[in-house]
């Protein structure tokens, strides 16, 4: 049976995780492809390095970090942030990442998404969606697609959005909602299970894990395909094989690698 | 030991390569029939568009230096369609190493296409999978699959029953991709190597 899927985020900075990390089983907490290896190790479906490095060495030192996970990982990894164009991307999957995923250059110019796919395949293309549930007019309230790390609104609204970057080609999407991201209180159930449930192609929860129980919930009543965390994994509250058993007791279907 | 990934328009190959690597495996990347030829073992990749990928074998003479070779040879993902007879995708002529033509996942409500992540897989017949637990999970990226089959040696259920590994003479393949399938993935590589 097709699994859900558990997948650790990592923030990097300068090739650096930057959120703070407190495994003491590692030798250095900063390093990056050590912890994803450790993910791996613990029996995570697949991993996810966002570069929040702003300077140009700093992307340099992204791609040879990149380098250093493809050839130490056995599972599939998904690298994003900043990434606006075909030279981009074909530099990462050159490096060995198997999926990219794009942000706010696929909400300035939607046509990326088609070039992309079209160029490298959709399988490989992650259009990440960043939403808010905002007050678009007085009285009025609607799920808005932000950008620049969720600051910023868009014209566009969230459902209609992920219908548009299916449409054109985005091999999967990776759902983040702005308003339980760090909150620990769980998933945007509803939002979630709206996009997810209609859409044709995989969608990552990400935004508000905080125990086991959310993970659930968000498989089941979000239909997610994939649920994303990172804090709860980094700070050990929550560990993969112990969540993996918890879902698989509440009939999730999950791999179980031990 | 000399082992060849074939070089062709397959999109990204360089995961089998770290692959290999952590394998401690040395091998060339070539499209060179002489070195072809001459390996112990051939690794045929693939992701990306059967149609495509298949008019640059042509080109290539590929699509005729393949089905004639005689050393173990392992297709992956589109590799292995590309040695089905023919392939919806694109409405394409393969290699026909193995007697199954490639279709189009069927469409059902509540089943997303491509079949995308982990699936675990059944029924082995082929020393592949020889140390690997009956439903092992493995990691698959694809909209298109060969049915169940004689050729089939390992199953997989998504929607329908469809071959997770083919096995025909020394022809072996995996729609799979075990080069990011994690232990299970690792594995089966090493026990192709080991053949």
Not at chain 1, 188 to 210: D, F, N, R, Y
Not at chain 2, 7 to 32: E, F, I, P, Q, W
Not at chain 2, 138 to 144: G, R, T
Request: with cysteine.
């Amino acid at each position: 049976m097709l699994t859900k899927r558990i997948i650790p985020c990592l923030d990097v900075k300068d090739g650096r995780t930057v959120k703070g990390v407190n495994f003491v089983n590692l030798r250095d907490a900063g390093d990056a492809v050590e912890l994803g290896r450790l993910y791996a190790d613990q029996g995570a479906d697949e991993l996810v390095y966002l570069d929040i490095t702003a300077t140009v060495e700093g992307r340099g030192t992204f791609l040879e970090l990149v380098t250093k996970v493809a050839q130490s990982v056995n599972i599939p990894f998904t690298v994003g942030g900043g990434i606006s164009s075909v030279k981009d991307v074909s530099a990462l999957l050159h490096a060995g990442a198997d999926k990219i995923s794009v942000n706010s250059a696929a909400v300035r110019e939607p046509g990326l998404i088609d070039e992309l796919s079209r160029e490298f395949g959709s399988q490989c293309i992650v259009v990440a969606i960043d939403t808010r549930f905002i007050e678009t007019a007085p009285g009025k309230y609607e799920h808005i697609v932000h950008t620049h790390g969720g600051r910023r609104p868009t014209p566009a609204g969230t459902l209609e959005w992920a219908r548009e970057v299916e449409d054109r080609g985005a091999g999967e999407i990776l759902l983040t909602s702005m308003d339980t991201d760090g909150t620990k209180a769980g998933f945007a159930l509803e939002l979630t299970a709206a996009i997810s449930g209609s859409a044709g192609i995989p969608v990552i929860a990400s935004g508000g894990a905080g125990t086991m129980q959310h993970f659930c919930e968000v498989f089941t009543e979000g239909k997610a395909d994939a649920a994303l965390a990172a804090s709860i994994f980094h700070f050990g509250e929550i560990a993969i094989p112990e969540l993996k058993d918890y879902l698989t007791e509440q009939n999730i279907p999950m791999r179980r690698t031990r | 030991m000399n082992t060849v990934i074939i070089k062709y328009n397959a999109g990204n190959v360089r995961s089998v390569m770290y692959a290999l690597d952590r394998l401690g495996v040395n091998y060339s990347y070539t499209d060179s029939e002489e070195e072809i030829r001459g390996a112990d073992k051939v690794i045929f990749p693939g992701v990306g568009e059967a149609s495509s990928a298949m008019a640059y074998l042509k080109e290539k003479r590929l699509d005729r230096l393949i089905p004639s070779l005689r050393q173990p040879v392992l297709g992956t993902c589109v590799g292995m369609q590309l040695m089905c007879r023919y392939s919806e995708e694109g409405d394409t002529r393969c290699m026909g190493i193995f007697d199954v033509d490639v279709r189009r996942f069927p469409q059902q409500e509540g089943f997303k296409v491509p079949h995308m992540g982990w699936n675990s897989i059944f029924d082995y017949r082929t020393p592949l999978t020889g140390e690997l637990p009956e439903n092992a999970y493995v990691y698959f990226v694809h909209s298109y699959m060969a049915p169940v089959c004689e050729h089939t040696v390992a199953t997989c259920d998504y929607i329908v029953p469809f071959s997770a590994l083919l096995q025909k003479d020394n022809f072996y393949a995996a729609q799979f991709h075990c080069e990011i399938s994690g232990d299970a993935g690792q594995k089966i590589l090493e026990r192709f190597l080991k053949l």
